[in-house]
């Protein structure tokens, strides 16, 4: 700290000072700048980390290699696994997290191609069938990851023949994927806060959960319960580690941040159990 000269005591402006003093002051001197050589990473040029405390040391994360990138081989040498998400604006959202969540299973690398306010009941908007097609020669996945019918459900009547109708429409989507080899995972819906719209959610994962049952390597991964409360109905908050997660947005359709991690995780490991 630097001390203004009017704050040093009166005796050190005197005109007349001891000889002694200036050598006294020159061995302090001397000595403060030995202590400082000697101590460790005393100069911040000094080579080497400095000590960390262990509390810092704990809190540090692994080390880069400890978790290889995306896209790269794992430790056993394995190429990585290619995964194409497809969907409507939920599936948009599983892009964002998909990846981080699903490191624990092995090297992947992700292909995002989901796009809002689309879904299998509006060709003349966005053909979803021949854009599948279109993706898997483009991307040529291992795995495909789809969640589509929020917007069939939203605008659909929910009725049997509806219900009927829906299900052929699934199964026609999953064939272009069985033609291609790919497993796939369908993703269901969760509860919506509007009950006649939770209800059609409910209606359409019936319909998409059966196409899936008959389909070539498809299983269907259910979501409602993760958003449910103990009676089945949307939840848009949940205690998760302690403290209380808004996992549902405004409009009480969309996921959260925290939302869309807590579903991805949830995808992932129903993917590795399902190896």
Not at 102 to 113: E, Y
Request: with cysteine.
């Amino acid at each position: 700290m630097v001390v203004p000269m009017r704050q040093f005591p009166p005796f050190f402006l005197h005109r007349h000072i001891p000889r002694t003093l200036p050598r006294l002051l020159t061995a302090l001197t001397a000595g403060l700048i030995l202590a400082l050589a000697l101590a460790p990473g005393a100069w911040a040029g000094k080579k080497g980390p400095a000590r960390q405390p262990e509390s810092a040391k704990q809190a540090a994360g692994p080390s880069p290699e400890a978790c290889p990138p995306a896209g790269t081989p794992g430790a056993s040498g394995q190429p990585p696994q290619k995964v194409l998400i497809v969907g409507d604006s939920f599936a948009v959202g599983l892009g964002l997290t998909m990846e981080q969540s699903l490191r624990t299973a092995g090297p992947v690398v992700l292909a995002s191609r989901g796009k809002t306010s689309t879904g299998l009941e509006s060709p003349h908007f966005y053909d979803w069938e021949k854009a599948l097609a279109d993706f898997l020669i483009a991307e040529k996945p291992d795995i495909l990851l789809v969640m589509l019918g929020g917007n069939d459900a939203k605008n659909g009547r929910g009725t049997p023949q509806w219900s009927h109708d829906f299900e052929a429409k699934a199964h026609r989507f999953l064939e272009i994927a069985g033609r291609h080899k790919v497993r796939v995972y369908w993703v269901g819906l969760p509860p919506m806060r509007e009950k006649s719209f939770s209800q059609r959610a409910w209606t359409a994962n019936e319909a998409m959960r059966a196409a899936c049952a008959t389909a070539t390597s498809c299983r269907f991964i259910d979501s409602w319960d993760l958003f449910a409360d103990k009676s089945g109905n949307f939840c848009a908050k949940k205690t998760l580690a302690g403290k209380a997660v808004a996992l549902r947005g405004k409009d009480g359709v969309h996921f959260t941040a925290a939302g869309c991690k807590l579903l991805t995780d949830h995808i992932a490991t129903g993917m590795t159990t399902a190896r």
